[in-house]
Structure formats: structure tokens, C-alpha cells
């Protein structure tokens, strides 16, 4: 159900006098959806695009809604992870729960190349190349390496940077 935000029956109604303390109640669950497919989770966000559209809502406050809840999931995510392992190896290793699909794998393996004198000297190298090459793009022109002699390109812009909107939770 949509509520209109202009709606004359929500006159003097705020966040703060919806729910009060004594309302609150012990967490027992919570039910989003009955279905967390891709498919639903789009329709959610077409209909809040619609809202922001049609003026019922707010496009800064449904930014940071959105970055609060991926907040909240990521949390969340890692929180329970382990027993989510737990319990998913107990119902067969794989399966689907509310238009999902589940199956425990193994996480990746890591080296440490850090620790191999050649690889090390490469990183060593190619990160003074990057810095060399991010300088000479500042500088809008190319320029002659000292060290080498060698004609330092101005390498192109792979992706521009554009504006955005920085988000901090106190």
C-alpha cells in the first residue's frame, strides 16, 4: 500500500509519535517479502523510483534508506554467516528459501606473493610506474623520465569522475 505523503490525514503525524517505547516490542521476526527473487527485489526498487517520480517521495531520504539497509545487510551478512553454514549443512548443503537459492562452497585461498623477493620487486616497480604515469596526467602533457630518458605518455582517462553524495551514520 502507497501513502501519500501529502495525504491532509497525516497532518501532525511524525516518525517520533508513530511508535513510542512502551510499543516496542522483543524482536520475533521479520518477513520483508515471501519472496526475495530478482524479480521482486527490481519491482521494489521501480516502485520506490515511481514514488520519487510521482513526488510521494523523497529522492535523498530513499538514498540514504537505501544506503542504511546495505548497512544493515552487510552487517547482518556477516553476523550470521556462520550460522547460517550451520544450518544450511544441516538441510542438505543446498537449496532455495523464498525465491533464493543456497549452496555452502568453499572461500577462496589467499597467498601471500608479498613474501617472493621477484614479485615484490615487481609490485614495487609497477606501483612507482602508476605514480610516474598519475603525475604525467596531472601535468596534461607527456615529460622525459629522468632515470631512463624514456618519453612519458599522458595515459587516457579510463573512467571520469562525476559528483556524489558522501553518506556518514553517527
Do not use: W
Amino acid at each position: 500500500m502507497m501513502v501519500n505523503i501529502k495525504d491532509s490525514t497525516l497532518e501532525g503525524l511524525t516518525r517520533e509519535n508513530l511508535v513510542s517505547p512502551d510499543s516496542i516490542q522483543p524482536f520475533k521476526g521479520l518477513a520483508i517479502a515471501e519472496n526475495y527473487s530478482k524479480d521482486y527485489l527490481a519491482n521494489v526498487v521501480t516502485n520506490i523510483l515511481s514514488s520519487i517520480d510521482e513526488g510521494y517521495a523523497d529522492p535523498l531520504e530513499m538514498h540514504v534508506m537505501g544506503k542504511a539497509l546495505k548497512a544493515i545487510g552487510e552487517s547482518l551478512e556477516k553476523s550470521t554467516k556462520d550460522m547460517a553454514v550451520m544450518k544450511a549443512s544441516q538441510d542438505g548443503r543446498k537449496g532455495s528459501f523464498k525465491g533464493c537459492e543456497f549452496q555452502i562452497k568453499n572461500e577462496s585461498t589467499y597467498y601471500d606473493y608479498s613474501k617472493d623477493a621477484i614479485y615484490a620487486d615487481l609490485d614495487a616497480r609497477l606501483k612507482a610506474r602508476k605514480e610516474l604515469l598519475s603525475t604525467v596526467a596531472k601535468l596534461n602533457q607527456s615529460v622525459v623520465d629522468e632515470e631512463t630518458g624514456e618519453l612519458v605518455p599522458k595515459v587516457p582517462v579510463k573512467s571520469g569522475g562525476g559528483e556524489t553524495i558522501a553518506i556518514s551514520f553517527k
